[in-house]
């Protein structure tokens, strides 16, 4: 599955503001203070516009001021750059100088301690390796097919008509999926089905816990500890050797050191919550990116016969799952592109400056909140033509919008670490809706889809769908 991502020569005008050359980092002379935002009230700062509408806010102010601010959030310093230059600039800096940990502290509330981002590098390094092996090309072309028979098999009972929620269709083929392919077929069948509700608890807690402490006895939290708790029974009750098609071990077993690994063996405790950790990275993700692709292309019918018809050669004479095929779903990868453009599922990249940094010749000093924003970031108008609407031909030869060096689409972050599951991600998205697309006509309740405030921000429940069985 590819990212389709190379170099695009019409990257034009900066936004307003900004300095048309690169400046060196090395010339003190040339270092500038980062232009605050005006405005802001004492002590809350500009938390109240930043809070209430973080894209909205973010895409004015540097549209206003340019690719590189500062403003305060009830006295939380904040540095946000926004544009392909200053992204790959701040994607580019080593962890040492751009923390992670300092953010992803946040995340021992639900996962417990040392699991992702709250790890130090090395340790957050290891546990990626760990995943590879999931994500490599022999595993890949399993979950391709193991992909596209969870989408058939989930909507095999959906009747001749009916409306199902979009939101909650598309969450739980993705956790069908993540579990499947990452876990093992045994937890599939067992837990699946729930994972959508145990994690969105989990995220729960997790948005609940930046204003409460997470200690504190709330019915939410309680909530949290009980699915964390149900997660890891599963997990530690999975069969040794219930492991998914494709790879030679159960990841729980290598993880444990049941199965040969060249990384030291976790207790049970740990390596379920590590599990839990790559549940939680898959799948809250992934479903968002799979029901925005849906709900942008229902508010978009006229779109519908060409991805149907895309589908009907690809699959005419029913040639064998594999990744290949779904790598040559040209224009529901366009469709795709554009969702992850206008509704990325990180809608911030966050860092800590670990030490006083100059970025692009801005002076960001030591302790700023530093945010890239893909969400503004997308809907530039000297990146992005007319950006704010919806036009998957923008990725068409000829046009190619998306090609630039550095790369304007960072849906799925760049630079030192970039998102391991793009191509996983991908390939769901693809299975879910090749299989939506061939079996249904699908059709919007009600046209007007909202942003529901959660840390993906996916679509708003209830976001129902009509549907009518094509094929018998
Ligand atoms: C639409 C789906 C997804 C999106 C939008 C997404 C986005 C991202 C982003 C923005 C980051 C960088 C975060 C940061 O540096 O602060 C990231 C990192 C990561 N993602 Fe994803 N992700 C998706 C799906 C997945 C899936 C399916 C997996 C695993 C199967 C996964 C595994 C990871 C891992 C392990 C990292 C950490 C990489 C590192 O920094 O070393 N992601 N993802």
Known sequence: MSTDRGPHPAQGCPVRGAPREALSAESPAAVRELPRVPGGRPLVGHAVPFLRDLVGFLLRQHLAVGEALAFSVAGKQVASFCGPRVNAAVLDLPHEDLDRREVGRRLDVVFGPRVAFDAPEDVMAAQNRRLLPALQREAMSHHAVTMLRVAEQYTADWGAHGTVDLVTAVREMIALMTAHCLVGPR?????????????????????VSFAV????????????????????????????????????????????????????????????????????????????????????????????PILVKEQEELFAGAPPASPQLLHRMHRLGHCMLETERLHPSAVVIPRTAARDLVIEGYAVPRGHLVLLCPAASHRLPHVFRDPDRYDPDRYLPGREEHRG????????????????????????VKAAWSVLLRAFDLELADPEVRVARRIFMPPRRPCPVRYRRRTP
């Not at 479903?287 to 019918?301: C, E, I, N, R």
């Open 405 to 428: 060096t550095p790369s304007p689409l960072i849906g799925f972050s760049g630079g030192r670490a970039p998102c391991l599951g793009m191509a996983f991600a991908q390939m769901a």
């Open 213 to 304: 402490d997470p200690r504190a006895p709330l019915p939410c939290y309680r909530r949290r500890d009980r699915a964390r708790e149900t997660l890891i029974r599963a997990i530690k009750a999975l069969a040794p050797g219930d492991r998914p098609s494709g790879l030679p071990h159960s990841p729980f077993d290598v993880l444990t050191g049941k199965a040969p690994s060249e990384e030291p063996a976790l207790d049970a405790e740990a390596a379920a919550e590590l599990v839990i950790g790559w549940l939680y990275a898959a799948n809250e993700t992934t479903a968002v990116y799979g029901a925005w692709t849906g709900a942008l292309l229902l508010q978009h019918p006229q779109w519908l």
């Open 187 to 207: 937890f599939g069948q067992e837990v699946g089905r729930r994972i959508p509700t145990l994690l969105g608890h989990l995220e729960t807690a997790l948005m």
